[in-house]
C-alpha cells in the first residue's frame, strides 16, 4: 500500500527514539497505555536515586515539591492554577472523593429529590458504577443509549435532565469511539436546569487543547495513562472553585488537611485549595513517571499533538474506507479525537493476528480499536490497515 504522507508535523517523529517500545512494535494503542518515553524512565530513576540516598528527608527536600510540580502541569494542561488540582491515584478514587461529597446533595434540596445521575452506554464503566454503588443512599442511575453506536446526541441529555438530576457525569472523549462531546453545551444545558456536570477527560487531556474554566463545567476528572505517555497511578480532579468551597468531602484522608503536619487526630480543616479532595500518600514513583511524560507534552505543545494525531486518524480512516472496511468512527475532524475502530464481530482473533504482525491494537465489543499518536508514521497506519484488510478478506 502506498504511504500518504499528509499528517501535518512530520517533525514530531524525531521524538521516536524516545519511546523504545516504537522501535520494536507499531503501537497503534495509546488511547490505552501511552508509550513509556525516556524522560519517564529517567525521572523515575531520579526518584529511586533520591530515596536511596536521603531516604525519608527525601520527602521534604524533593518529594512534596515533586507533588507540587505535578499538580501545576495539571494544571498547565486543562487551563487552571495547580492549586486548583486534586491528586488521585486514579479516576475511579477521584470520583470516590466527589461523589462522597455530593451524597447530602442526592438526599435533596427542596420538595423535589435530586436523586438521579445521568450517564451513557458510551461511557467509560467506572463512571456508572460509581453512583451505583451508591443505590442504598438512593441515587438512581439513569443510562443514555446512543442511538448511532458513536454518539449521544444533545436532544437526548435535553429530554433526560430534569429537576429529579442531581448530576450528568459523562466523557469529553469517548473511550471507544473517539467522539468529542459538546461539553460546553452541555454544561449550559445542565446549569439552566440546575444539575451539576461531571465530565471524565481521560481520552482528552494532553491531546484536546482544553481551558476548563471556558468549557463550564463543574467537575473534571483525568489521569496519566494515556495521551500524557505517564502511566498508571495518575488522575486528578478538578472542581470549579466556588462548588469546591461549597462541598465538603466525606471520604478523605490527611492529604486533604489543612495543617497536615500538625499531626492533630481530633481536627479536621480541610485545605481551601484543590488538596481538599486528596486522600493519603500519594504513589511518588507514579508522580515522578508522570512528569517525564509532560515534560514531552509542555515542550511540544498539545495544539500540535492534536493536528498530527487528528490527521492519522483522518489518514486510517481514508485507506480503511479505501480497502471497503467497517469504520466507525466519526466524520467530522472538529468532533473526533484519537480513535478510530473497524467493526469487527470478533475482534479478539484480528487483534491477536496483528499483534503476530507487529501492531499492537486493542479490542473492545464490536470493534478493533485503533489510536494513532503523534509519534506514530503514516507507514505504520498504512501498513496495520492493509493487514487488517487482508485479515477481513478471509473470513
Ligand atoms: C474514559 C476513561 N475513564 C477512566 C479510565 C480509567 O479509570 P481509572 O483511572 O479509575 O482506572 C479510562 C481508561 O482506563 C478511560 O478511558
Redesign the pocket.
Known amino acids: 500500500m502506498a504511504t500518504p504522507s499528509s499528517a501535518r508535523h512530520h517533525e514530531l517523529l524525531r521524538y521516536r527514539d524516545e519511546f523504545p517500545l516504537l522501535a520494536a512494535t507499531g503501537y497503534l494503542n495509546t488511547c490505552s497505555l501511552g508509550a513509556l518515553p525516556a524522560s519517564g524512565r529517567a525521572k523515575l530513576d531520579e526518584f529511586l536515586g533520591q530515596w536511596d540516598r536521603l531516604g525519608a528527608s527525601a520527602w521534604y527536600r524533593h518529594w512534596i515539591d515533586e507533588l507540587a510540580a505535578l499538580r501545576e502541569d495539571f494544571g498547565w494542561v486543562i487551563g487552571c492554577p495547580g492549586s486548583e488540582i486534586a491528586l488521585a491515584p486514579?479516576?475511579?478514587v477521584a470520583l470516590a472523593s466527589v461523589a462522597s461529597a455530593l451524597d447530602p446533595m442526592h438526599r435533596g434540596d427542596g420538595a423535589v429529590k435530586r436523586t438521579r445521575v445521568i450517564t451513557t452506554a458510551l461511557d467509560?464503566p467506572?463512571?456508572g458504577h460509581q453512583w451505583l454503588a451508591r443505590a442504598p443512599l438512593g441515587v438512581e442511575v439513569v443510562v443514555l443509549p446512543s442511538p448511532d453506536g458513536l454518539t449521544v446526541p444533545l436532544e437526548a441529555f435535553a429530554a433526560a435532565i430534569d429537576e429529579r438530576t442531581a448530576l450528568v457525569a459523562t466523557?469529553h472523549v469517548y473511550?471507544t469511539t473517539g467522539a468529542v462531546q459538546d461539553v460546553a453545551g452541555l454544561a449550559t444545558l445542565c446549569r439552566e436546569r440546575g444539575a451539576l456536570l461531571l465530565v471524565?477527560a481521560?481520552?482528552a487531556t494532553g491531546l484536546i487543547p482544553t481551558d476548563v474554566g471556558a468549557l463550564g463545567v463543574d467537575i473534571y476528572v483525568s489521569?496519566t495513562?494515556?495521551w500524557l505517555f505517564g502511566g498508571p497511578g495518575n488522575?486528578f480532579l478538578w472542581l470549579r472553585p466556588e462548588l469546591r468551597e461549597a462541598l465538603t468531602p466525606t471520604t478523605t484522608g490527611w492529604f486533604s488537611s489543612a495543617r497536615q503536619f500538625d499531626f492533630d487526630v481530633g481536627e479536621l480543616d480541610f485545605a481551601r485549595d484543590g488538596r481538599k479532595f486528596e486522600m493519603g500518600t500519594p504513589a511518588v514513583p507514579s508522580a515522578f513517571l508522570a512528569r517525564g511524560g509532560m515534560s514531552l507534552v509542555r515542550e511540544i505543545g498539545v495544539e500540535v499533538i492534536h493536528e498530527r494525531t487528528i490527521d492519522l486518524g483522518t489518514q486510517l480512516i481514508r485507506l480503511a474506507d479505501a480497502a471497503g472496511l467497517p469504520v466507525r468512527a466519526v466524520r467530522d475532524d472538529a468532533h473526533r479525537a484519537g480513535i478510530v475502530a473497524i467493526e469487527a464481530d470478533d475482534p479478539a482473533p484480528i487483534v491477536a493476528a496483528l499483534a503476530e504482525e507487529g501492531f499492537v491494537v486493542d479490542a473492545r465489543p464490536g470493534v478493533v480499536r485503533f489510536s494513532p499518536a503523534f509519534y506514530n508514521t503514516e507507514q505504520e497506519v498504512a501498513d496495520a490497515v492493509a493487514v487488517v484488510a487482508r485479515l477481513l478478506a478471509r473470513h
Open positions: 486514579n479516576v475511579s467509560f467506572t463512571l466523557g473511550f471524565d481521560y481520552q489521569g495513562l494515556k488522575a
